[in-house]
């Protein structure tokens, strides 16, 4: 493994929550979320215990693919304020205990970025992948005068940063080698936006499609070397930045150069089979592709922990103390927890797994709630890729309060990003704030219970002590962790209980003679003797 400053000492007790920044707070009445809006809501957060926010991307862009498609890397786009606004959350959020990382679009910039206006009319620029003439399996005719056309990384109004191929093909020439000028150029851009924004007070960065920077690129080992020199850059430059990848294999992720990377519904060998195997119930975002399968937090009980556990500990052993892996509730990309048949019942053994095991928790804005995924909502800037992959039921407005718009404004309803759920039993946080029953205080907890427990910290190890229903796993030296996700109570035995506190529970009894008894999603959290 190369070899790399240590990861910034503040990551190892990282609680993420990811805010999706059109969709989470609206200051000014447009019907569009905004820095001053995030502002506003530092207090939440702050209450909540999250110490590091991620932003889905907010650079200037003409929101074809909701900022994804980046038209000026150094510029925030105005719906969300000035690049003042966004320094001035910065530092906000930082008097509240708060980091933030920005969204980085490594891969692909906007049709409209002037880079790409400059291609689109000049043979001889390289800075985007190009074929002279035709148009091959994959690209897009040129909008300009040159000849040819360009290959996009996702949607054809994304065209493909050129980082080079990996391998020459004499029967497509247009090939560059990941020496050439242009992709050095690129990889200087790199540097000097990162660069801009740290130097601004950022913590560091998601970095979006880590792994589509080279092309043509077996095992990803090209694109791998850029990415350790990036971090070797990083490391002497801004020590204390963290580099997250869209990777979704931490196992080569990580020893390229991140800091952490995220299980996600598709990447490494089983394409997203740890982090499915979890939560997805075949309901919301799904890929056609994917083949069916009984998730481990579903009612039935015909699921199993093992491909989580089997995928973790595979990337997990290859990391070491070299970086972390991270599990989010959900992403703007993948259904929320609460979604088709799933209940609010479920949610609370959901989150005491998530803020028990030993990777870095990543809560996705409103799941603390129990937000719902809405299905069949209209495309909305790009987000509909399918008829089963419709990503707008995970980026509806976070639900603030009880009012018609959740929080949003009264504006017309052309103005407002998205509809709220339509339910009139959809929870807010008014509402769970006041209830200290609620999900919302549970998750609060669970965020202390962690923070102040270095046994269920991300570095602390783990071991399993049954693998079914209920899942049971110690932590560290002193601490037990019981899951039942199923509707059926279940049971086992075990000789390594004795003595167990409940800390924070629900459902579950242990019994003298080691006899473990969880109700239909139970979960208890337990402080050991020994």
């Not at 090939?175 to 560091?204: Q, T």
């Not at 491909?307 to 599990?327: K, M, N, Y």
Request: proline content about 9%; some cysteine; hydrophobic content about 35%.
């Amino acid at each position: 493994m190369t070899s790399f400053r240590p990861a910034p000492a503040w990551l190892a007790d990282a609680v993420f929550y990811q805010i999706y920044p059109q969709s989470f707070a609206d200051s000014n009445g447009d019907g569009i979320g905004d820095f001053d809006g995030v502002a506003e809501r530092l207090d939440h957060l702050a209450w909540l215990g999250v110490n590091t926010v991620w932003l889905n991307p907010c650079f200037a862009s003409p929101f074809q693919d909701a900022g994804y498609d980046v038209s000026d890397y150094l510029n925030t786009a105005p719906r969300y304020g000035s690049n003042d606004d966004l320094a001035e959350l910065v530092d906000t959020a930082r008097r509240h205990g708060i980091r933030i990382l920005l969204d980085l679009v490594a891969g692909h910039t906007s049709d409209e970025h002037p880079w790409f206006e400059a291609a689109a009319d000049d043979p001889a620029d390289d800075r985007y992948i190009w074929t002279p003439e035709g148009r091959p399996d994959g690209f897009v005719a040129s909008p300009g005068t040159r000849p040819g056309a360009y290959l996009p990384n996702f949607f054809a109004c994304q065209p493909a940063l050129n980082f080079g191929y990996a391998r020459a093909d004499p029967a497509e020439p247009w090939r560059s080698p990941v020496g050439a000028e242009g992709p050095r150029a690129n990889r200087a851009a790199l540097r000097e936006i990162m660069d801009h924004w740290l130097g601004l007070g950022v913590s560091g960065f998601r970095v979006d499609m880590a792994a589509s920077l080279v092309k043509d690129d077996p095992g990803r080992t090209e694109t791998a070397r850029i990415w350790t020199e990036l971090r070797h850059w990083l490391d002497g430059a801004h020590p204390d930045a963290a580099l997250l990848s869209e990777w979704g294999e931490p196992e080569v992720s990580v020893p390229a150069g991140f800091h952490t990377d995220f299980f996600l519904q598709f990447g490494g060998p089983t394409d997203g089979l740890a982090l499915r195997s979890l939560w997805s119930n075949s309901e919301g975002t799904v890929n056609e592709a994917w083949d069916p399968l009984d998730c481990f937090f579903d009612p039935s009980g015909k699921g199993s922990p093992r491909p989580f556990v089997e995928a973790w500990h595979r990337a997990a052993t290859t990391l070491d103390d070299s970086g972390f892996i991270s599990l989010p509730t959900a992403n703007h990309d993948f259904s929320r927890l609460n979604c088709g048949p799933r209940t609010a019942d479920q949610l609370p053994a959901a989150f005491a797994f998530q803020l028990t095991w030993p990777t870095l928790p990543a809560i996705y804005y409103g799941d603390e709630i129990g937000m719902r995924y809405i299905p069949g909502l209209p495309d909305k800037e790009g987000s509909v890729l399918g008829p089963r992959y419709n990503r707008a039921g995970s980026r509806t407005p976070m639900q603030w309060d009880d009012g018609p718009n959740a929080g949003f404004s009264s504006a017309p309803a052309d103005a407002l990003y998205l509809p709220v759920d339509p339910s009139p039993a959809r929870p807010t946080v008014a509402a769970q704030l006041a209830d200290e029953t609620s999900l919302l205080h549970l998750v609060r907890r669970l965020v202390a219970l962690r923070a102040g427990t270095p046994d269920l910290g991300a570095r602390s190890p783990v071991e399993v002590l049954h693998p079914g229903y209920p899942f049971v796993y110690r932590r560290g030296d002193h601490h037990l962790v019981v899951i039942n996700p199923q509707q059926s109570a279940a049971g086992c035995s075990s000789t390594r209980v004795h003595g167990a506190e409940p800390l924070e529970s629900s459902g579950v009894h242990i019994g003298d003679d080691g006899r473990i008894d969880a109700q239909g999603f139970g979960y208890g959290i337990y402080r050991l003797d020994g």
